[in-house]
């Protein structure tokens, strides 16, 4: 069983920074492929940006150039990142962290983020 824990959602000026994290237990962190979605009210959820095992990346063209994903497996907590610069009022959701690997999801409760215009 794996537990994830978003923190860092707040609330920020379009332009701004916000990092989130993702602190995860379990032992399969490190061989699994690790993301962020995003839910906007009224939207489906949606992949944001996921980095594999080796630290591959791939993003969502709406947030490439100024999101980054990186995940830290030295820490007492195996945690993944999202640094979210030049931020957007659409960039408004409630950000989750999930876990896959081999079919196993593991979600995270969610985090809220708000840019204001």
């Known amino acids: 069983q794996v537990q994830l824990m978003e923190s860092g959602g707040g609330l920020v000026q379009a332009g701004g920074s916000l990092r989130l994290s993702c602190a995860a237990s379990?032992?399969?962190?490190?061989?699994?492929?690790m993301g962020w979605y995003r839910q906007a009210p009224g939207k489906q959820r949606e992949l944001v940006t996921q980095?594999?095992?080796?630290?591959?990346?791939?993003?969502a063209d709406s947030v490439k150039g100024r999101f980054t994903i990186s995940r830290d497996n030295a820490r007492r907590y195996d945690t993944v990142y999202l640094q979210m610069n030049s931020m957007k009022p659409e960039d408004t959701a409630i950000y989750y962290c999930?876990?896959?690997?081999?079919?196993?999801?593991?979600w995270g409760q969610g985090t809220q983020v708000t840019v204001s215009s």
């Open positions: 999930n876990l896959y690997y081999e079919g196993y999801n593991s």
């Open positions: 379990g032992s399969i962190f490190r061989i699994a492929v």
């Open positions: 980095i594999t095992s080796d630290g591959r990346t791939n993003y």
